[in-house]
């Protein structure tokens, strides 16, 4: 069985620009979560998904970041317009639905955003 | 917010050593993570617990939740080159949910 996996492994785009990244989770896992780790920091919760539905997206920085998951199997966060302090990885988590324990998350490998 | 205070923020050590980190809370944690991050890879979970006062082992690895529920440690034994990478305690922001707070980590490196 396929694990998470993002796309793209690395961007490098400049200030202002706009980049979309992509996961696709482990099939048949209903929640998805995005994470970022800014350089040295530790890993924050940007947002998580249950199908199709936000569940909760306060850890999104600012309206600047879009997170969609059309029919409540891939999802896209998208950053328009990027910013220096928009660098980092993106981490991309899935896991099945299990009515309140704290199961295991599958991460993927992360999406890696170099903003020049 | 929680935060999660995570030591020694890094590690050198030879191989066969033995390696003990540890995070500590603020406030009180009803589960406790500890992931591994290997090198252009995403978090892999270690071990988990649940339960105040818990030990439990997974291979050369062993973490306990602190009796205070706002502790833990992880301790590796006999270290081999794999055991690089980042390791990462982390804990649900709510009870019974995967939003998780996580430590900064403790990257650990192995001096042939």
């Known amino acids: 069985e396929a694990g998470v996996t993002q796309f793209p492994s690395h961007s490098v785009i400049e200030k202002g620009q706009t980049v979309t990244l992509r996961c696709d989770p482990i099939?048949?896992?209903?929640?998805l979560y995005w994470y970022r780790r800014v350089m040295g920091k530790e890993i924050k919760f940007l947002l998580h998904?249950?199908?199709?539905?936000?569940?909760?997206e306060s850890g999104m920085p600012n309206n600047r970041f879009l997170a969609e998951r059309t029919g409540g199997t891939y999802s896209t966060l998208k950053v328009q317009p990027a910013e220096l302090e928009d660098s980092g990885v993106y981490f991309c988590?899935?896991?099945?639905?299990?009515?309140?324990?704290?199961?295991?998350?599958?991460f993927g490998e992360g999406s890696r955003l170099t903003v020049l | 917010g929680q935060q999660l205070n995570q030591s020694p923020q890094s590690m050198f050590i030879q191989e066969g050593e033995d390696v003990s980190m540890n995070c500590t809370s603020s406030?009180?944690?009803?589960?406790w993570l500890w992931y591994k991050q290997d090198p252009g890879e995403g978090p892999v979970l270690l071990i988990a617990?649940?339960?105040?006062?818990e030990l439990t082992s997974n291979g050369r690895l062993t973490a306990q939740f602190g009796i205070t529920r706002k502790d833990s440690f992880l301790n590796i034994s006999a270290s081999i080159p794999s055991d690089v990478g980042i390791y990462f305690c982390?804990?649900?922001?709510?009870?019974?949910?995967?939003?998780?707070?996580f430590g900064t980590g403790t990257r650990l490196t192995i001096i042939p």
């Open positions: 988590a899935s896991s099945k639905y299990r009515g309140g324990d704290t199961g295991e998350l599958f």
């Open positions: 099939s048949g896992h209903d929640n």
């Open positions: 998904f249950v199908k199709e539905s936000k569940q909760d």
């Open positions: 406030s009180i944690f009803n589960t």
């Open positions: 617990l649940y339960k105040a006062g």
């Open positions: 982390a804990g649900p922001v709510n009870f019974g949910n995967e939003k998780l707070t």
